[in-house]
């Protein structure tokens, strides 16, 4: 038995050296907002899951977007109750700036008004449906092939709440259809624009149902009870696949994906 006042010799592994150097951060994820109360709801919790801290801006209220994505893994452009056809300044500054992401190539995704904003961007445009009627809960979906290329595993049900829809830019990659809203999703280069809602949480169907409840009465909505059912049944599949999507959306950032230790 060793004595208290023993000393315990550490002999090193051959050729192990010095112990590895903590790994650098990834780049953060820029994240724009168009609610004081706004989250990046499921989105969000999936890109800090995979590493990437969040650099959460709100345009409407007087945060300044980059002029480049150099420092920035992607960008994402959630939904709000505005329209991209709305006159506001901000609106019209969002618009434009995804001229950045497009023209730097990098990760690009648009989520209902910001799939909006990027149909927009691109020279399509953006309406409500000509009967006037809306998606709010669940609808079918079905993924084109090039949709199934890119991510083989796509729910056959998303969550939606929107009133107005867009054509498919021209030169854009449809990648998934619908009946209403027939452009549910397409692809521009490394942008990508989702007329459905995969950042949804529990607690976020909860406030929209009940701070929305008037839009429920709109044609084509679904009762409040159906949306709970229908994330009961098809939550599990979109929530795997928007991993899916989100690793393979964050795959096509240029090979410089870890911040310089000097930064």
């Known amino acids: 038995m060793l004595s208290r006042s023993s000393k315990i010799s550490v002999v090193p592994f051959p050729n192990r ?7 650098k951060p990834l780049l ?26 969040l650099d959460v801006r709100r345009p409407r209220f007087g945060d300044p977007l980059p002029e480049t994505l150099d420092r920035h893994a992607g ?16 609106v019209r500054r969002e618009i434009d700036w995804i001229a950045v992401p497009l023209r730097e190539q990098r990760p690009f995704l648009g989520i209902c008004l910001g799939a909006q904003m990027l149909a927009m961007h691109l020279g ?3 309406a409500p449906h000509p009967q006037g009627r809306v998606e709010i809960g669940y609808y079918p979906i079905h993924p084109t092939p ?15 709440w929107h009133r107005e829809g867009f054509e498919l830019p021209s030169g854009a990659e449809l990648l998934a259809e619908g009946g209403d809203f027939p452009i549910q999703a397409f692809r521009s280069g490394h942008a990508f624009g989702f007329q459905f809602h995969p950042d949804v949480t529990y607690a976020m169907m909860h ?3 009940m ?8 044609p084509g909505a679904r009762p409040r009870h159906h949306h709970f059912e229908g994330r009961a049944v098809h939550d599990v599949t979109e929530r795997a696949w928007l991993k899916q999507f989100l690793d393979s959306w964050l795959a096509r950032m240029p090979p410089q994906p870890l911040l310089q230790a000097a930064e």
């Open 75 to 90: 960008a994402v452009i959630f939904g709000g109750p505005m329209s991209a056809n709305d006159p506001d300044d901000y």
């Open 207 to 209: 406030r929209w149902t």
């Open 146 to 160: 090039a949709g199934l290329e890119i991510c083989p595993n796509w729910p056959d049900h998303v969550y939606h």
């Open 28 to 53: 953060p994820v820029l994240i724009v907002l168009h609610q004081e109360t706004s989250c990046p709801g499921r989105v969000g919790n999936a890109l800090q899951a995979l590493g990437h801290r």
């Open 17 to 23: 050296g010095s112990e590895p150097a903590a790994a």
């Open 211 to 218: 701070r929305g409840h008037d839009r429920l009465e709109l």
């Open 124 to 126: 399509a445009r953006v």
